[in-house]
């Protein structure tokens, strides 16, 4: 299902979320900054641009939602109305495409990635975060999916890491690297928390660098 009309239709409230919960989306930003993006780089679902504004460098953001794009764009990312599954650009032109809490939105991820990999230029790394199905931070969103009592997350469907390393394989990508973090549950204090590399089981979120083959 097509959730675009969601973000934006409520893309404020879920701006809002990021500036109320300000340290875990600091969490998760230094979580995608540790693998280190570089070069020119595509977010691909980037929203409002809450996680990727402090990267640094030129980012390009495409999403199909398009009133989050009016946020991303003042936060001085390049945006780009556009779905994943049909990216308008041609092909090896970026080193670095960012996904970060997308999957988990898309009706079949295999397309976005397969145009991820189109996109990318030879040797160049796709960064996937995501929250894990299994994790306390999956089962409390899992809550809320189930129980409605949130607008975003009943139409979420959420991964643990053995799922995504076959999304990553069977489109053509090679895990090179992981970073974990969130390690405090969903009801205790919410400090920024530093990453830490390499798989941390229980961890609240993922982001894996993968090469493209």
Do not use: H, Q
């Not at 779905?83 to 939105?105: A, K, Q």
């Not at 931070?137 to 129980?147: A, I, N």
């Not at 895990?175 to 920024?192: H, M, N, Q, W």
């Amino acid at each position: 299902m097509d959730t675009s009309w969601l973000f934006d239709e409520y893309y404020i409230d879920y701006d809002e979320w990021y500036m109320r919960n300000r340290n875990i989306g600091m969490t998760e930003s230094l979580c995608i900054r540790r693998l280190c993006p570089y070069g020119r780089i595509l977010d691909i679902g980037v929203g409002t641009g809450a996680l990727t504004k402090d990267i640094g460098g030129l980012i390009i953001g495409v999403d199909p939602a398009e009133k989050p794009l009016l946020i991303a764009s003042k936060r001085g990312i390049l945006t780009i109305n556009a779905y994943g599954e049909n990216l308008p650009f041609i092909d090896e032109v970026f080193d670095t495409v960012i996904m970060s809490v997308t999957i988990c939105f898309l009706p079949d991820p295999y397309p976005v990635l397969r145009e991820a990999y189109r996109v990318l230029k030879r040797d160049g790394f796709l960064i996937i975060c995501f929250v894990p199905r299994s994790s306390t931070w999956g089962k409390y969103y899992l809550f809320l999916k189930y129980s409605l009592k949130s607008r975003f997350y009943r139409y979420a469907r959420f991964y643990d890491m053995d799922e995504v390393y076959e999304l990553l394989s069977s489109t053509g990508f090679r895990v090179r690297d992981i970073c974990s973090t969130l390690f405090k549950g969903p009801v205790e204090p919410g400090a920024i928390e530093e990453p830490v590399m390499g798989f941390i089981e229980g961890a609240g979120f993922y982001c894996v660098r993968a090469e493209k083959k």
